[in-house]
């Protein structure tokens, strides 16, 4: 990274920093997340490494001695007399130093950071809560018992690739949570949880791409509540409860329009009683998902919009039913439905839905069953080969 992109980086940070301060609760009063009752070993977990105590203690700095990291960008300021000194006068930053020097002033020693000269580049610490305030790439390993939040944040970026996280205790909280946080872009992370690996609340215009997430325990794998106009694209997800569940705030269809593409949703965990993927808000966008094993509900507010995706598997005397259509208005169109007990429910009452060029083949007892009166909805141009 060349002087003149650093020196725009700092120049760019300092003031996010100073809104940040006033906008929320300083470090030292916050224990964490507000809703849900913290897990006792996540209250046990002393407070965070959080990114604000040393960007607060080393950007403010900065406001007025814009040059003082040049230490680390090898680009050494002009002296003048009528200047402070500035703070580091020592060698460029070296990238291949291991020691217990912090160059990049992150929180993380040399021997421990994958890049010592660049503070947006970091490791977490096992067992700790990261609160993040800035946009991050997260140094590759496997990190155990740690949770990243992102709380009231707006424009942030977090590069997860190579980065396993392992949540081995059950806990109310998630590995990965987004709180009231706005246009952030998380891809990239591995997540092996016994509980919630990915919790959105609040938020919107989120995007969660290329990740892999298994959970182990009956509790949501990914779980938006009140989350509006987020994207969730290439998710690969596996376990045993609901996989993927959006549900709207009270009483309210916010929540909704929410778009999921191209992922994938595998049940592995046989003996939970709730399982599938459910779209509870409304107006969703569905579109190239494949679920194996599991069913698509659509229930609350409906409005959604799903199409090519393949739902397969369901032979269970469970549910055994591919989709169940517990809402209204929903557009359901060119999607593969095959090797179910039935292809498709729609429940009593429900109106205005649209079933439109499905492939609904293959599943052992029919192709579609309607409790809804017939001229409510419309069931057209789907293969069928049963009676
Ligand atoms: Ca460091």
């Given at each position: 990274m060349g002087p003149a992109t650093r020196t725009a980086t700092i120049s760019n940070q300092a003031p996010a920093a100073s809104s940040t301060?006033?906008?929320?609760?300083?470090?030292?009063?916050?224990?964490?997340?507000?809703?849900?009752?913290?897990?006792?070993?996540?209250?046990?977990?002393?407070?965070?490494?959080?990114?604000?105590?040393?960007?607060?203690?080393?950007?403010?700095?900065?406001?007025?001695?814009?040059?003082?990291?040049?230490?680390?960008?090898?680009?050494?300021?002009?002296?003048?007399?009528g200047m402070p000194p500035p703070r580091d006068s020592g060698p460029a930053c070296d990238p291949d130093l291991r020691s217990e020097l912090d160059q990049d002033r992150d929180g993380f020693p040399s021997r421990l950071d994958c890049a010592d000269c660049d503070p947006n580049r970091f490791p977490l610490e096992d067992g700790a809560t990261l609160y993040l305030q800035q946009s991050a790439v997260i140094c590759p390993g496997t990190y155990r018992n740690v949770r990243i939040v992102i709380e009231q944040q707006d424009s942030l970026s977090l590069d997860g690739t190579g980065v396993t996280l392992e949540r081995e205790?059950?806990?109310?909280?998630?590995?990965?949570?987004?709180?009231?946080?706005?246009?952030?872009?998380?891809?990239?992370?591995?997540?092996?949880?016994?509980?919630?690996?990915?919790?959105?609340?609040?938020?919107?215009?989120?995007?969660?791409?290329?990740?892999?997430?298994?959970?182990?325990?009956?509790?949501?794998?990914?779980?938006?509540?009140?989350?509006?106009a987020n994207r969730l694209e290439a998710l690969e997800i596996?376990?045993?409860?609901?996989?993927?569940?959006?549900?709207?705030?009270?009483d309210t269809a916010t929540g909704g329009r929410n778009e999921i593409y191209s992922s994938t949703f595998i049940l592995t965990a046989q003996d939970c009683p709730a399982s599938g993927v459910v779209l509870t808000s409304g107006a969703n966008r569905f579109s190239g998902n494949t679920l194996e094993g599991l069913p698509l509900y659509l229930q609350g507010f409906g409005e959604?919009?799903?199409?090519?995706?393949?739902?397969?598997?369901?032979?269970?005397?469970?549910?055994?039913?591919?989709?169940?259509?517990?809402?209204?208005?929903?557009?359901?169109?060119?999607?593969?439905?095959?090797?179910?007990?039935?292809?498709?429910?729609?429940?009593?009452?429900?109106?205005?839905?649209?079933?439109?060029?499905?492939?609904?083949?293959?599943?052992?007892?029919?192709?579609l069953e309607s409790l809804a009166a017939p001229e409510d909805n419309r069931v057209e141009n789907n293969s069928c080969d049963h009676p």
């Open positions: 301060l006033f906008r929320n609760p300083p470090p030292s009063t916050f224990a964490g997340p507000k809703e849900k009752t913290p897990a006792p070993s996540a209250l046990a977990t002393p407070p965070p490494k959080t990114k604000e105590t040393w960007r607060l203690k080393d950007i403010l700095p900065l406001l007025f001695f814009p040059l003082s990291l040049s230490g680390c960008s090898g680009d050494e300021p002009t002296p003048d007399a205790e059950e806990s109310p909280q998630a590995v990965l949570e987004l709180n009231l946080a706005n246009n952030i872009s998380v891809h990239g992370f591995n997540v092996v949880s016994r509980g919630i690996a990915l919790y959105l609340n609040g938020g919107s215009q989120n995007r969660l791409e290329d990740m892999k997430i298994r959970t182990t325990a009956c509790t949501d794998a990914v779980h938006l509540a009140a989350s509006a596996d376990g045993g409860g609901l996989l993927l569940n959006l549900v709207p705030a009270e959604n919009i799903l199409e090519g995706n393949f739902i397969g598997g369901n032979e269970s005397p469970g549910v055994g039913i591919g989709l169940v259509i517990y809402a209204s208005g929903n557009r359901v169109e060119q999607n593969t439905l095959s090797e179910n007990r039935l292809g498709i429910l729609l429940g009593p009452e429900v109106k205005n839905n649209s079933i439109l060029n499905n492939d609904l083949r293959n599943n052992s007892e029919a192709c």
